[in-house]
C-alpha cells in the first residue's frame, strides 16, 4: 500500500507558474504508474475526475490532456519518492483541487478508474 500527499497549490494569477509535488510513503512508487487528475469546485462528489497528466512506472512515457498540453508537464523523481507537475501560463479554468493517484501493475493509465490510490488533494487557484 502507498500513501501520497501533494503539496504545492495555492493562489496565483493567469499566466503565473506553479510545481505541485506529490511525496509517496509506504511504499517505493518505481512500481507505480502515476498520474494527475483534477476536481473544479462545486463539482457533486460523484462526477468523475478530469485527467491531467500520466506517466509510466520508469517514467519512460508520459501524456497530457488536450486541455494542458505545451504547458504542464509530468516527471517523477523515483529515487526520491516524488512525482511533479509542472505548470505553467496557467489560467482560471485550471482552477480545481488536483489529485495525484497510483495505480500497481499498469504501465501508464488516463483513467481515474485504473488508479488504486489517491492523495487528498491540493487546491490551485488561478485569479485573472
Known amino acids: 500500500q502507498v500513501q501520497l500527499a501533494e503539496s504545492g497549490g495555492g493562489w496565483v494569477q493567469t499566466g503565473d507558474s506553479l510545481t505541485l509535488s506529490c511525496a509517496a510513503s509506504?511504499?517505493?512508487?518505481?512500481?507505480?504508474?502515476m498520474g494527475w487528475f483534477r476536481q473544479a469546485p462545486g463539482q457533486p462528489p460523484e462526477k468523475e475526475r478530469e485527467?491531467?497528466?500520466?506517466?509510466?512506472?520508469?517514467?519512460?512515457?508520459?501524456d497530457l490532456a488536450d486541455s494542458v498540453k505545451g504547458r504542464f508537464s509530468i516527471f517523477r523523481a523515483n529515487a526520491k519518492n516524488t512525482l511533479y507537475l509542472q505548470m505553467n501560463s496557467l489560467k482560471p479554468e485550471d482552477t480545481a483541487v488536483y489529485y495525484c493517484?497510483?495505480?500497481?501493475?499498469?504501465?501508464?493509465?488516463?483513467?481515474?478508474?485504473?488508479?488504486?490510490?489517491w492523495g487528498q488533494g491540493v487546491l490551485v487557484n488561478v485569479s485573472s
Open positions: 485527467y491531467v497528466a500520466a506517466i509510466s512506472f520508469s517514467g519512460g512515457s508520459t
Open positions: 493517484a497510483a495505480a500497481k501493475g499498469l504501465t501508464i493509465g488516463t483513467k481515474a478508474f485504473v488508479y488504486d490510490y
Open positions: 509506504g511504499n517505493t512508487i518505481s512500481g507505480y504508474a
